[in-house]
């Protein structure tokens, strides 16, 4: 041990600058940082909303790559059916082998109707009031047995009669008489493919969505930005502060209120005007009288009332209950004659959590101003 | 104890018109570190390794000083604070680095509370390798609070009050901060504190490089 008895002290009293000084980051060594990024997590924060139709279409797709490789054979019975292919359609007079989209008219009836019917293709830059829409064509297959319209992709249509096989493509479509014969092969304009407004509807969904990531983008921004002018607001003193719950009786507002003004009325010259107590701690609004002790250069001498309330702490807290007191003060000389306010707090050191140095002097401001406006509106 | 008087700022001749306050404001959100999380919650793989690069000396430092397996406590952080970086707010008053200080922190005391066998630390001499002694208290108090004294002999604490006094006076977190994480009163918080500071003195006094009086 040394022998030097004011080393421990010494020593002592230095501690918090040298510790301070200590350096609060250290670099790792780097294979460690490898290894944390090798083996970090994938990070999830919540599913986006756009997730869903993502699931959705994954779940399609993934429904279309678990299917069995050979298509289903479908026999269908009387009516109008929509088939996704690929699949094998039975009907009365021959197979349709699909491999996309067709729709098909079964009925019973025997002649078709040749007034909307058509056999030339149809021209959406020059459309007719008598549009050929799959449904026409369906309602124009009421006439004939079968009438097979490809909406999309390709179909072959084998003839149970041995007659050659029909290969059919986007648009095209085919009666089969119910004598089992294909009685003719049409056209019509597709639904989803077609080679001139396909492109310009793929073009448009791609601005859309551009615009929509744009928006959603600028959605965001905002989104944050609100936010970081929330979190400024909180940090420079906008936002009440709580009183603790583990805070000290006498600091709480009705003994302490009793405490500063005990304090105020043993210095002459001085009054309270206010005690804010509405958030924690409470602030003190100390007025100058006409007999406040002026100071050497004129100025009113704030030092004695400052003082009695600062250097003191209210009945009951524990003397080495460590505190902490602010005093702000404004003077003003106008025509020679000087009054001013002083605003002080005085609260637990422990108490006074990050932010309230800013919320205070929020208050303080608020303070001073709220007596200035009361002043003059008294004048 | 007697505690000290009421810090005060008050003026002794108060000028006309003058706000006696003077704190500088808190500085506003870091929109750097928002921007950055972002990224990693995309799952840029860039970001990640830039937070790692950014957040990777601050966790290294605590666990280096706080934890008997440092390798391994940086190792669990990592692991601890990837899941949980959805919850840090930035709009609130926290940085990311404090916010990280303080998880970091409150895993570190779990793993101080589970582990059953606490490492023994054994008492020798800081540093005599170097004849750095002297006849001035002044010049031996500096020299005692040499970087590598002191980092040796907060080796000597016990782990919770050498968690108190290197997040308190080298990280700069609030007491009461401290408090709430370690589970503890901030009056236990403070008590440990000092006990800790006075057990450093005299840790570093006692291998103080000061010649003997004679």
Same mark, same amino acid.
């Given at each position: 041990?040394?022998?030097?008895?004011?080393?421990?002290?010494?020593?002592?009293?230095?501690?918090?600058?040298?510790?301070?000084?200590?350096?609060?980051?250290?670099?790792?060594?780097?294979?460690?940082?490898?290894?944390?990024?090798?083996?970090?997590?994938?990070?999830?924060?919540?599913?986006?909303?756009?997730?869903?139709?993502?699931?959705?279409?994954?779940?399609?797709?993934?429904?279309?790559?678990?299917?069995?490789?050979?298509?289903?054979?479908?026999?269908?019975?009387?009516?109008?059916?929509?088939?996704?292919?690929?699949?094998?359609?039975?009907?009365?007079?021959?197979?349709?082998?699909?491999?996309?989209?067709?729709?098909?008219?079964?009925?019973?009836?025997?002649?078709?109707?040749?007034?909307?019917?058509?056999?030339?293709?149809?021209? *959406?830059?020059? $459309? #007719? %009031?008598?549009?050929?829409?799959?449904?026409?064509?369906? @309602?124009?297959?009421? =006439?004939? &047995?079968?009438?097979?319209?490809?909406?999309?992709?390709?179909?072959?249509?084998?003839?149970?009669?041995?007659?050659?096989?029909?290969?059919?493509?986007?648009?095209?479509?085919?009666?089969?008489?119910?004598?089992?014969?294909?009685?003719?092969?049409?056209?019509?304009?597709?639904?989803?493919?077609?080679?001139?407004?396909?492109?310009?509807?793929?073009?448009?969904?791609?601005?859309?969505?551009?615009?929509?990531?744009?928006?959603?983008?600028?959605?965001?921004?905002?989104?944050?930005?609100?936010?970081?002018?929330?979190?400024?607001?909180?940090?420079?003193?906008?936002?009440?502060?709580?009183?603790?719950?583990?805070?000290?009786? *006498?600091?709480? $507002? #009705? %003994?302490?209120?009793?405490?500063?003004?005990?304090?105020? @009325?043993?210095?002459? =010259?001085? &009054?309270?005007?206010?005690?804010?107590?509405?958030?924690?701690?409470?602030?003190?609004?100390?007025?100058?009288?006409?007999?406040?002790?002026?100071?050497?250069?004129?100025?009113?001498?704030?030092?004695?009332?400052?003082?009695?309330?600062?250097?003191?702490?209210?009945?009951?807290?524990?003397?080495?209950?460590?505190?902490?007191?602010g005093i702000s003060v404004m003077e003003t000389n106008k025509d020679g004659e000087r009054s001013g306010v002083m605003v002080l707090y005085n609260a637990p050191d422990s108490h006074m959590a990050d932010g309230i140095q800013e919320r205070l002097q929020v208050r303080t401001r608020d303070a001073a101003q709220r007596l200035a406006e009361a002043d003059a509106t008294a004048q | 104890m007697r505690g000290r008087p009421p810090t005060s700022q008050f003026p002794r001749n108060p000028p006309h018109h003058r706000c006696v306050y003077n704190h500088t404001p808190r500085p506003g959100i870091r929109v750097s570190e928002t921007a950055l999380l972002r990224a990693v919650h995309r799952g840029d793989p860039t970001a990640r390794a830039q937070l790692v690069k950014q957040l990777g000396p601050r966790v290294w430092a605590l666990c280096t000083r706080l934890d008997p397996e440092p390798e391994d406590a940086y190792q669990a952080a990592w692991a601890h604070l990837w899941p949980r970086l959805h919850r840090f707010d930035p709009t609130g008053t926290a940085s990311l680095s404090t916010w990280t200080t303080t998880v970091v922190h409150r895993l570190l005391v779990d793993r101080h509370r589970r582990r059953s066998v606490r490492p023994f630390v054994p008492g020798g001499p800081l540093d005599d390798t170097l004849d750095t002694r002297t006849d001035d208290p002044e010049t031996a108090t500096a020299r005692a609070l040499d970087r590598s004294r002191l980092t040796a002999a907060l080796d000597r604490l016990p782990e919770p009050q050498r968690r108190i006094v290197v997040l308190h006076h080298i990280h700069g977190m609030p007491l009461a901060d401290i408090a709430r994480t370690e589970g503890i009163a901030a009056g236990t918080c403070k008590s440990r504190l000092h006990r800790a500071r006075a057990r450093l003195a005299e840790v570093l006094a006692a291998h103080a490089p000061l010649r003997k009086a004679r």
């Open positions: 041990m040394t022998d030097h008895p004011d080393l421990h002290d010494r020593i002592e009293d230095a501690l918090p600058e040298a510790l301070a000084a200590l350096p609060a980051d250290l670099p790792p060594p780097p294979e460690l940082d490898a290894a944390v990024l090798a083996t970090a997590p994938p990070i999830r924060r919540g599913w986006p909303r756009w997730t869903a139709p993502i699931a959705l279409a994954a779940g399609v797709l993934l429904g279309i790559g678990l299917a069995p490789s050979s298509a289903p054979t479908l026999t269908l019975t009387p009516g109008a059916h929509h088939i996704e292919g690929p699949a094998t359609v039975v009907v009365p007079g021959g197979t349709l082998h699909l491999d996309g989209t067709a729709a098909i008219q079964f009925s019973q009836a025997t002649e078709p109707n040749p007034g909307t019917v058509r056999d030339t293709p149809r021209t *959406p830059a020059t $459309p #007719e %009031p008598t549009m050929f829409t799959p449904r026409d064509l369906l @309602a124009a297959g009421s =006439g004939a &047995a079968v009438t097979i319209a490809i909406l999309a992709g390709t179909g072959t249509w084998s003839a149970s009669d041995a007659s050659p096989d029909h290969v059919l493509t986007t648009g095209d479509a085919l009666q089969v008489a119910p004598n089992r014969k294909v009685v003719r092969t049409v056209a019509v304009p597709p639904t989803t493919e077609d080679p001139q407004t396909l492109p310009a509807a793929k073009e448009q969904l791609a601005a859309l969505r551009q615009r929509n990531t744009e928006l959603e983008e600028a959605r965001d921004a905002l989104d944050f930005e609100v936010k970081a002018l929330r979190g400024q607001l909180s940090a420079y003193g906008a936002t009440a502060t709580e009183w603790p719950d583990d805070l000290p009786d *006498p600091y709480r $507002p #009705e %003994p302490f209120t009793e405490w500063a003004e005990s304090v105020i @009325a043993d210095v002459p =010259g001085f &009054a309270i005007a206010e005690v804010d107590c509405s958030e924690f701690p409470c602030l003190v609004l100390v007025e100058s009288g006409p007999d406040a002790p002026l100071a050497e250069d004129g100025s009113i001498d704030w030092d004695a009332a400052g003082r009695a309330f600062a250097d003191q702490k209210p009945p009951g807290v524990p003397e080495d209950t460590e505190s902490s007191a | -």
